[in-house]
């Protein structure tokens, strides 16, 4: 069993910033790759960012220059360093990271979510 522990959101002005991040607990071996998703009142949940074993990240192109995605797989960590903040970042933002467990199995568990709202 994995817990996801998010943390960070809040509310902010408009060219704000906010570090979110997200902590497995867990028999956990190591964190293969994490990925940051976000969902704003009334539209689909979409994916902002993702970070992988070697340290390629990919990034939405609203988000690229200003969202940085890192890991700290000695922590089970990940995190989203949101920089100029915009009105249109404001959702309900998700971790999901790619794990494999003591086991060998591999587990993709989502985190209960954290608000973030940016005000203009």
């Known amino acids: 069993q994995v817990q996801l522990v998010e943390s960070g959101g809040g509310v902010v002005q408009a060219g704000g910033s906010l570090r979110l991040s997200c902590v497995a607990i867990?028999?956990?071996?190591?964190?293969?790759?994490m990925a940051w998703y976000r969902q704003a009142p009334g539209k689909e949940r979409e994916r902002v960012a993702r970070i992988i074993s070697n340290g390629a990240a990919t990034y939405a192109d609203s988000v690229k220059g200003r969202f940085t995605i890192s890991k700290d797989n000695e922590k089970n960590a990940g995190y989203l360093q949101m920089e100029s903040l915009k009105p249109e970042d404001t959702g309900v933002y998700y971790c999901?990271?790619?794990?494999?467990?003591?086991?060998?199995?591999?587990?993709?568990?989502w985190g209960r979510g954290t608000q973030v709202t940016v005000s203009s």
């Open positions: 867990g028999n956990i071996r190591t964190v293969r790759a």
């Open positions: 999901n990271p790619d794990l494999i467990m003591a086991g060998l199995e591999r587990e993709n568990p």
